[in-house]
C-alpha cells in the first residue's frame, strides 16, 4: 500500500496524560497527522481492541490506523467494523509474512529496522510484504529507554538509500530536525512527545506539516474533464499547479469538444477506465492534493468518491462543475445528488454563485445573500467554502472564504479586471488553492496568494492571443515575466560556452609576433622590457581591483581567494618583474617609472569602471581572463606546442616561461574558474549576459595586451 507517511504519530498513553490518547489523536489528525499508531504494550487485548475501535470512529477517515504488534487486536476490531488499515511490527513481534496474509494486500505493514542484518532479513521477503520501514532511534529518547545505539542523521541517510522502501525516522524527533531528515531520504517524521506531550497538539501537528510541505515539491491531482484548447479542465489545472509550486497530474473523467466559443461535444469513458487510472496512480504515487473537477455522470462521482474513502488525499479541493457560464445545467438530478454527497470528502469547495444556489437550494440576488448561503453550504457539509463574486454585476468582483467549523470568515475585494479572456478562471482557481494548501499555506494565505497569482493571470490574458471567444488566462504571465523562459546553465557548461566564445581571441594572441618569439627565444629585450614594465604598471591597479573584489564577495572563501590574489599580485609577480626591471632595488618606484601606454590604460580603465558599479559577479568575471589565458598559454608553451625550444632551461626568457606554468597559478586559476562560473550559472538572465561581456572585453585587451610590445604603446581597444 502506498501510504502518505509524512507525518506519522505514535501514541503514548503516559504522555497523553488528562487528556487522553482519544482526545490526543483528534486533536493531532485536525492539525494534519496522516498515520496514527496506537502504541501500548501492557494493555490488555480486550482494551486494545476497544481503542482502536474509538480511535477510528474519531479519525472518521481522516488518517490511516495502525496498531503497533498487536495483530489479532487488528482483526478483532475490524471484526467490530473498526478501519484499522494495518499493523507496525518489532523485528520481534508477529510474522511480516503471516501479518501480510492474514489483513490482505490492501493493508498498511510497517517494520521497525534498524541495522544491516534487518536489511538483509527484510531483502529476503517476497516484494510487497512490507511497505515501510520505521528507523531509528534518531536520538536517545525517554520513551524508549531500551533503545538500541542512536543512529543520527548521517547514518539515518545511509539506511534510507540502501532500501528502496520508504523510511520513516523515529526516536528524538522533533520540529526542527525536518529540514535535515526530509534531505536525508526520510518519507515521513515519526513523533512520540513532539504531540502527546503538546499542550496542543493540532497546532503542534499542524507546525510540522507546514514545514515538511515547505520542502517538497507537492503531487497534485486533478480529476476533471479535457479541454482540447487548453484554457480550461485538466489542461488548465496542470498549468495552474505548475505556476503554483507543484507537481501536476491528472485523471480523465470525460473528454469535450470544444475551443475558446464554446463546447460542442461530450465523451464520458466508463467509470471503471476512471477507476484504473486513480488506481494505477495511488498505487505507485503518495498524493498530497486532489482538485476535482468536471464529473458528468453518477457513475464517475460513485467512482471518485469510494477512492477518496480508501486513498484518503490529505487535502481536496473541490470545484462542482454543474452550471454553465450561459446558466445550463451540466448534470442530471442523480449525478447532482451524488456529486453533493463529495462535499463531505472536501477541504474546500469552490462554486460560482450558479452552482452555490443548486447545492443550498436557493436563489442568490446580490453578495449578502451569497455569503448566507456559503455559511449554510459549510455548516451542512463540514467544509471550507470560497464564494466567488465574479459573477456579480458591477465593477466589483469580491470572494470570501468561510469556514463555519473552524471559525474562518474572511472577505477578499478587488476591483473587476476588464478581460473576455475567463475561460477557466473556475478550473485555475481551484487547482491553485490545492497546490497552496499543499505547500503549506494555511486557507486564508492560500486563497491570498491563488487569487493575486489569478489576477496577475487575467490581467496579462490578453498576450495570448487564443481564439475568437472567451479566451483563456495567461497562467505563466508572472514567472515568464519574472524568470524567463531560459534554462539555467551549470557551471561546467558556462566555462566550455565562454572559453569557446574567446575561440577567435586565443587564436590570434598564439600567432601574435611577441608570444612566437617568447616562445623562440627570438623576442627582443627591448621588447620583453617593455611588456614588462607595461605588466608592473597594470599589476598595481589590478591587485586594487581583486581587493574590491575580495570587498565584495559573498562568502569568507571567496573572500579569502580574491584577497589572497590581490596579495600575490603584489607580492609575488612584482617581485619576479622588479628582478628584470629594477634589480638592484627590488619593487620599488623606479618599478613604475613607465609611461602607461594607451593599451593598458584602456585596459586598466575598463578593470575600474566594472568595479565602480559594484557588481561582483561582473566583476570576478572581468578579472578572469587575467588569470584564465594566461594559465592557457603557460600551460601550452611548457607542453611543447610553441616548440621545443621553449622548455629549453638555457633559453633566454626561462625563469619569466617557468612562471607561466607554475602549478599554483594553475590551482588559482581553477578556483578562479569555479566561482566565477558557479555565478554566472546561479544568475539570472541579464546578470549572466553582464558577465559575459565583461569576461570577453578583457580578453580582447588581453589580446591587445600582448600585441603592444611589437606595436611600441599599441593602440587603444575600443
Known amino acids: 500500500m502506498i501510504?502518505?507517511?509524512?507525518?506519522?504519530?505514535?501514541?503514548?498513553?503516559?504522555?497523553?496524560?488528562?487528556?487522553?490518547?482519544?482526545?490526543?489523536?483528534?486533536?493531532?489528525?485536525?492539525?494534519?497527522?496522516?498515520?496514527?499508531?496506537?502504541?501500548?504494550?501492557?494493555?490488555?487485548?480486550?482494551?486494545?481492541?476497544a481503542r482502536l475501535v474509538e480511535l477510528s470512529r474519531v479519525i472518521d477517515g481522516r488518517a490511516l490506523l495502525v496498531v503497533n504488534d498487536r495483530l489479532e487486536a487488528a482483526l478483532d476490531a475490524r471484526a467490530q467494523g473498526a478501519r484499522v488499515d494495518g499493523v507496525h511490527l518489532g523485528q520481534g513481534d508477529e510474522s511480516a509474512l503471516h501479518a501480510r496474509a492474514v489483513l490482505g494486500p490492501d493493508a498498511l505493514i510497517g517494520?521497525?529496522?534498524?541495522?544491516?542484518?534487518?536489511?538483509?532479513?527484510?531483502?529476503?521477503?517476497?516484494?510487497?510484504?512490507?511497505?515501510?520501514?520505521?528507523?531509528?532511534?534518531?536520538?536517545?529518547?525517554?520513551?524508549?529507554?531500551?533503545?538500541?545505539?542512536?543512529?543520527?542523521?548521517?547514518?539515518f541517510r545511509?539506511?534510507?538509500?540502501?532500501?528502496?522502501?520508504?523510511?520513516?525516522?523515529?526516536?528524538?524527533?522533533?520540529?526542527d530536525d525536518t529540514e535535515d531528515l526530509q534531505s536525508a531520504g526520510a518519507a515521513g517524521l515519526a513523533v512520540v512527545s513532539a504531540l502527546c506531550a503538546s499542550p496542543d497538539p493540532r497546532a503542534a501537528a499542524s507546525e510540522f506539516r507546514a514545514r515538511w510541505r515547505r520542502g517538497a515539491v507537492p503531487r497534485v491531482l486533478s480529476i476533471a474533464g479535457s479541454d482540447p484548447s487548453g484554457g480550461a479542465g485538466i489542461q488548465a489545472d496542470l498549468k495552474s499547479i505548475a505556476a503554483n509550486g507543484g507537481y501536476g497530474m491528472a485523471a480523465i473523467a470525460a473528454l469535450t469538444v470544444q475551443n475558446t466559443r464554446g463546447v460542442r461535444d461530450v465523451h464520458v469513458p466508463d467509470a471503471a477506465f476512471l477507476s484504473a487510472q486513480l488506481e494505477a496512480l495511488s498505487d505507485d504515487i503518495v498524493i498530497d492534493a486532489v482538485k476535482i473537477g468536471m464529473l458528468a455522470n453518477v457513475e464517475a462521482v460513485r467512482v471518485v468518491s469510494a477512492w477518496l474513502n480508501r486513498v484518503r488525499p490529505p487535502i481536496v479541493v473541490l470545484d462542482p462543475v454543474m452550471v454553465s457560464t450561459s446558466g445550463d445545467r451540466l448534470l442530471d438530478a442523480d449525478a447532482e445528488d451524488a456529486l453533493a454527497s463529495l462535499l463531505h470528502r472536501a477541504h474546500?469547495?469552490?462554486?460560482?454563485?450558479?452552482?452555490?444556489?443548486?447545492?443550498?437550494?436557493?436563489?442568490?440576488?446580490?453578495w449578502p445573500a451569497a455569503l448566507a448561503a456559503a455559511e449554510e453550504l459549510s455548516t451542512e457539509y463540514g467544509t471550507a467554502v470560497l464564494v466567488k463574486g465574479g459573477h456579480l454585476p458591477g465593477d466589483q468582483a469580491p470572494d470570501a472564504i468561510i469556514d463555519v467549523r473552524s471559525g474562518s470568515r474572511e472577505e477578499f475585494g478587488g476591483g473587476r479586471i476588464a478581460t473576455a479572456n475567463t475561460h477557466g478562471t473556475g478550473c485555475s482557481l481551484s487547482s491553485a488553492l490545492a497546490t497552496r494548501l499543499a505547500r503549506g499555506d494555511d486557507l486564508t494565505e492560500a486563497v491570498r496568494a491563488a487569487r493575486s497569482w489569478l489576477r496577475e493571470s487575467l490581467r496579462e490574458s490578453g498576450a495570448l492571443h487564443v481564439g475568437g471567444g472567451h479566451g483563456p488566462v495567461h497562467?505563466?504571465?508572472g514567472l515568464w515575466a519574472r524568470g524567463g523562459a531560459g534554462t539555467r546553465p551549470l557551471p561546467e557548461e558556462v566555462a566550455e560556452d565562454w572559453w569557446q566564445g574567446i575561440a577567435g581571441i586565443r587564436a590570434g594572441i598564439d600567432g601574435l609576433p611577441f608570444v612566437r618569439g617568447l616562445a623562440d627565444g627570438s623576442l627582443p629585450t627591448e621588447d620583453f622590457l617593455f611588456y614588462l614594465a607595461q605588466d608592473a604598471l597594470y599589476l598595481r591597479d589590478y591587485a586594487r581591483v581583486l581587493a574590491d573584489a575580495a570587498r565584495l564577495a559573498p562568502t569568507p572563501d571567496e573572500q579569502a581567494f580574491w584577497a589572497e590574489s590581490a596579495r600575490g599580485s603584489i607580492l609575488g609577480e612584482l617581485e619576479l618583474h622588479a628582478s628584470w626591471l629594477t634589480p638592484a632595488q627590488g619593487?620599488?618606484?623606479?618599478?613604475?617609472?613607465?609611461?602607461?601606454?594607451?593599451?593598458?590604460?584602456?585596459?586598466?580603465?575598463?578593470?575600474?569602471?566594472?568595479?565602480?558599479?559594484?557588481?561582483?559577479?561582473?566583476?570576478?568575471?572581468?578579472?578572469?581572463?587575467?588569470?584564465?589565458?594566461?594559465?592557457?598559454?603557460?600551460?601550452?608553451?611548457?607542453?611543447?606546442e610553441f616548440g621545443e625550444r621553449a622548455r629549453d632551461p638555457e633559453h633566454p626568457y626561462a625563469t619569466w616561461l617557468a612562471t607561466y606554468a607554475d602549478p599554483a597559478f594553475a590551482e588559482a586559476t581553477a578556483r578562479a574558474i569555479a566561482f566565477v562560473t558557479r555565478a554566472a550559472a546561479a544568475a539570472d538572465d541579464e546578470t549572466r549576459a553582464r558577465m559575459r561581456r565583461a569576461f570577453e572585453r578583457s580578453s580582447v585587451h588581453e589580446q591587445a595586451f600582448f600585441r603592444a610590445p611589437g606595436e611600441r604603446g599599441g593602440d587603444s581597444v575600443t
Open 475 to 477: 497562467h505563466f504571465a
Open 587 to 640: 619593487v620599488a618606484a623606479a618599478t613604475f617609472a613607465a609611461d602607461a601606454s594607451p593599451t593598458t590604460t584602456a585596459y586598466l580603465d575598463h578593470l575600474r569602471s566594472v568595479a565602480f558599479g559594484g557588481d561582483y559577479p561582473e566583476l570576478i568575471a572581468a578579472v578572469l581572463p587575467c588569470f584564465w589565458l594566461y594559465t592557457d598559454l603557460g600551460e601550452r608553451l611548457h607542453a611543447g
Open 3 to 49: 501510504a502518505d507517511l509524512s507525518l506519522y504519530l505514535v501514541t503514548d498513553a503516559a504522555l497523553c496524560g488528562a487528556r487522553g490518547v482519544v482526545e490526543t489523536v483528534r486533536e493531532a489528525v485536525d492539525g494534519g497527522v496522516r498515520i496514527v499508531q496506537l502504541r501500548d504494550k501492557d494493555a490488555e487485548h480486550s482494551d486494545v481492541v
Open 111 to 155: 517494520l521497525t529496522a534498524n541495522s544491516a542484518a534487518h536489511l538483509a532479513a527484510l531483502h529476503a521477503l517476497p516484494e510487497g510484504t512490507v511497505d515501510y520501514l520505521g528507523v531509528g532511534v534518531i536520538r536517545p529518547t525517554a520513551t524508549k529507554p531500551d533503545h538500541p545505539p542512536a543512529l543520527g542523521i548521517e547514518v
Open 348 to 366: 474546500l469547495v469552490t462554486p460560482n454563485l450558479a452552482e452555490l444556489a443548486v447545492l443550498t437550494r436557493r436563489e442568490i440576488e446580490g
Open 158 to 175: 545511509a539506511f534510507a538509500r540502501a532500501t528502496a522502501l520508504p523510511c520513516v525516522a523515529i526516536g528524538g524527533v522533533g520540529i
